[in-house]
């Protein structure tokens, strides 16, 4: 029996076998995945199991469908420039390097009306205000200012935070949230005071400047997040066309 364990749902540590199953070359590139009903037999779980994780990878950028044919692996150099709702810890790991955070802001705050926006709550409703200096191989590489809707009631720790490293971990593993895709603008601006200190850049240097909004499975929005990054940090997309009849 495979051994699952309780820290995430059983689709995401499946479709983390099938990831290094394709990584690690036992599944070569273009290469047929094996069919649900095998993949249910041999891992012991339920064909919808399968589903969602094959979904996730798809999302990921790891496996592709071609209708009538099945689901193949995907290229490597497709799996690179994929990019997925990852969290900063998973990316940095991702690229080869070790992921750190210092915790500069973590509150319960009562947003702004622009935030209750994009949040789509009540403007009187207590959110988590976090905000993160993110390193890499013990350098800092950006800030992070997030503000994040909680289910009601409900707050999470720096405790918490400082034994996960990734928020979206978090909200996976306490709340079941999933973060699912995201809506963002990208641009570049002079680094001002703060980020001249806490980067340790010269004044005016371009930054990377990327908002966020994630949006959960059920396509709620949950986060709202404004990262600056380094000149020196690599920022990589995947942009796919939409298949004839699908709403843009």
């Known amino acids: ?85 990852d969290s900063f810890t998973e990316d940095t790991i991702k690229r080869g390097g070790v992921p750190g955070q210092k915790i500069l802001v973590m509150e319960q705050v009562i947003p702004s009306m622009a935030i209750a926006s994009l949040l789509n709550i009540d403007s009187e409703t207590p ?10 191989d013990g350098a800092p590489i950006g800030i992070q200012d997030s503000h994040v809707r909680l289910p009601p009631g409900e707050q999470l720790t720096r405790k918490e935070l400082e034994r996960t490293g990734s928020l979206y971990r978090l909200l996976v593993e306490k709340f079941g949230i999933e973060p699912s895709e995201s809506l963002e603008s990208i641009g ?5 005071s703060e980020e001249v200190e806490l980067l340790n850049i010269p004044a005016g240097t371009p930054i990377l400047v990327c908002e966020r909004i994630m949006l959960s499975s059920r396509r709620e929005p949950v986060e709202y997040c404004e990262m600056k990054y380094l000149p020196s940090y690599r920022y990589k997309t995947r942009i796919s066309k939409w298949s004839i009849g699908q709403p843009a």
């Open 1 to 85: 029996m495979t051994a699952f364990t309780n820290s995430s749902p059983i689709y995401r540590q499946l479709a983390d076998m099938l990831r290094q199953q394709i990584e690690s070359g036992h599944i070569a590139p273009n290469d047929a995945i094996p069919a649900e009903r095998d993949l249910a037999a041999s891992y012991e779980v339920s064909r919808d199991t399968v589903r969602k994780a094959i979904k996730l990878l798809e999302e990921q950028g790891v496996l592709y469908s071609d209708h009538g044919r099945g689901t193949f692996a995907a290229p490597a150099a497709v799996r690179k420039m994929s990019r997925f709702l």
């Open 127 to 136: 959110i988590l205000h976090l905000k993160r200096l993110r390193l890499m």
């Open 188 to 192: 570049a601006i002079p680094a001002a």
